[in-house]
T-cell receptor, first 117, second 112 residues
Framework: GAVVSQHPSRVICKSGTSVKIECRSL??????MFWYRQFPKQSLMLMATSNEGSKATYEQGVEKDKFLINHASLTLSTLTVTSAHPEDSSFYICSASNQGGWGDEQYFGPGTRLTVT | SQQGEEDPQALSIQEGENATMNCSYKTSINNLQWYRQNSGRGLVHLILIRSNEREKHSGRLRVTLDTSKKSSSLLITASRAADTASYFCATIKKSSGDKLTFGTGTRLAVRP
């Protein structure tokens, strides 16, 4: 099946610094990638939708200047958390879709746990 | 909230028993999907049921969909300790392209 990787799996950073998370589709070309965040014992909340070669579409309430998303190629999207604060500590998960249209399967990465101290 | 609701929030059963989880959603959908998440890990896609389907099976999994009630159920038969995980339903609205909206999740614990 399709595989999506994320790097790093865990990261600890100091408040005020920036952190970049990579999401890669390993064996398929992802026309669309999605970024989610998940707080402990809660569900996934979509942050933004990323299409290769165009600007990401952010969900309501998500600061685009704080969560920078770049989808530079069909196999790589990055999420940069800028000027991180402790409240940004969360589990960030990406997913990738290789088919357009309605309702095709998304493949999820293993997630990145961010801790801001 | 845009999220669907799942019940129960938590379920504890004995190995060998069946586990049933329910999901309700709010808008017209193209399909509904069920995912599994082990603690602190990514999501694993279990099954997808389209809006014109009523029931689907995959191994020990059985999913039903009632679009008139905007609800779905996931049945895991003959549960195993390894089934212990959180289970999420997720829907794709007809107007949202590929965007998934996740339910609140059910935490399943299967006691050996």
């Amino acid at each position: 099946g399709a595989v999506v990787s994320q790097h790093p799996s865990r990261v600890i950073c100091k408040s005020g610094t920036s952190v970049k998370i990579e999401c890669r589709s390993l064996d398929f070309q992802a026309t669309t990638m999605f970024w989610y965040r998940q707080f402990p014992k809660q569900s996934l909340m979509l942050m933004a939708t990323s299409n290769e070669g165009s600007k990401a579409t952010y969900e309501q309430g998500v600061e685009k200047d704080k969560f920078l998303i770049n989808h530079a190629s069909l196999t790589l999207s990055t999420l940069t958390v800028t000027s991180a604060h402790p409240e940004d500590s969360s589990f960030y998960i990406c997913s990738a879709s290789n088919q357009g249209g309605w309702g095709d399967e998304q493949y999820f990465g293993p997630g990145t746990r961010l801790t801001v101290t | 909230s845009q999220q669907g609701e799942e019940d129960p929030q938590a379920l504890s059963i004995q190995e060998g028993e069946n586990a049933t989880m329910n999901c309700s959603y709010k808008t017209s959908i193209n399909n509904l999907q069920w995912y599994r998440q082990n603690s602190g890990r990514g999501l694993v896609h279990l099954i997808l049921i389209r809006s014109n389907e009523r029931e689907k099976h995959s191994g020990r999994l059985r999913v039903t969909l009632d679009t008139s009630k905007k609800s779905s159920s996931l049945l895991i038969t003959a549960s195993r300790a390894a089934d212990t995980a959180s289970y999420f339903c997720a829907t794709i609205k007809k107007s949202s392209g590929d965007k998934l909206t996740f339910g609140t999740g059910t935490r399943l614990a299967v006691r050996p």
